[in-house]
């Protein structure tokens, strides 16, 4: 039947080849180090150096994952109330 998806056989997986071997050059550009990103399309932040005092760090940092992500917001929410636009 046309358009049924089957289960791969062993066959199969000999047939194949590497993906270089059939498009040369196929894997240039996108071989990473680990924890490396590439370069963001449209950067929305600035990465600066920043010391704050250990309360500030370890109160975030208890509140789990994206601790960095609600810094940032407490810092807008109080850049947007002195701010007056």
Known sequence: MAGEVRELAVEDFN???????VIPGISEGMKR???QRGK????????????????????FQSQ???????????LK???K???KV
């Open 33 to 35: 180090l680990r924890g």
């Open 15 to 21: 047939r194949m080849r590497p993906a270089e071997d």
């Open 81 to 83: 109330a002195k701010v």
């Open 77 to 79: 929410d109080y850049v």
């Open 64 to 74: 789990g994952k994206g601790w960095q992500t609600n810094l940032d917001k407490v």
């Open 40 to 59: 963001q399309k449209a950067p929305t932040k600035v990465q600066k150096t920043l010391r704050l005092s250990p309360e500030v760090i370890n109160y």
